[in-house]
Nanobody, 121 residues
Framework: QVQLVESGGGLVQAGGSLNLSCAASGTIFNVNAVGWYRQAPGKQRALVARITYGHSTNYADSVKGRFTISRDSAKNTVYLQMNSLKPEDTAVYYC???????????????WGQGTQVTVSS
């Protein structure tokens, strides 16, 4: 059984940083990319960063230059380093594993449970 477990969320002041982790366990098939999504109250879930197993990265314009996605294959873990956080970054952040689609999209096969990120002004 595949599990994706996110951690690292929390409350931070505007301008601060957080580093989210997404640890995978179990045997994963047909996956060669991992993405970080976020969903704010009343809004649709949106992909903000994606990394392929070839380490190609893509970002939504709203986070470009502030967020960095990376992968440690030895630890089966993908990270999202978030700097210069803004109140509008407040959301539940989910990681998903699947196959890349277009420039910044993912066909997700597996989801994590989500971790809350709250940025105060």
């Amino acid at each position: 059984q595949v599990q994706l477990v996110e951690s690292g969320g929390g409350l931070v002041q505007a301008g601060g940083s957080l580093n989210l982790s997404c640890a995978a366990s179990g045997t994963i098939f047909n996956v060669n990319a991992v993405g970080w999504y976020r969903q704010a109250p009343g809004k649709q879930r949106a992909l903000v960063a994606r990394i392929t197993y070839g380490h190609s990265t893509n970002y939504a314009d709203s986070v470009k230059g502030r967020f960095t996605i990376s992968r440690d294959s030895a630890k089966n873990t993908v990270y999202l380093q978030m700097n210069s956080l803004k109140p509008e970054d407040t959301a539940v952040y989910y990681c998903a594993a699947g196959r890349p689609y277009n420039d910044l999209d993912l066909v997700p096969y597996y989801w994590g449970q989500g971790t809350q990120v709250t940025v105060s002004s």
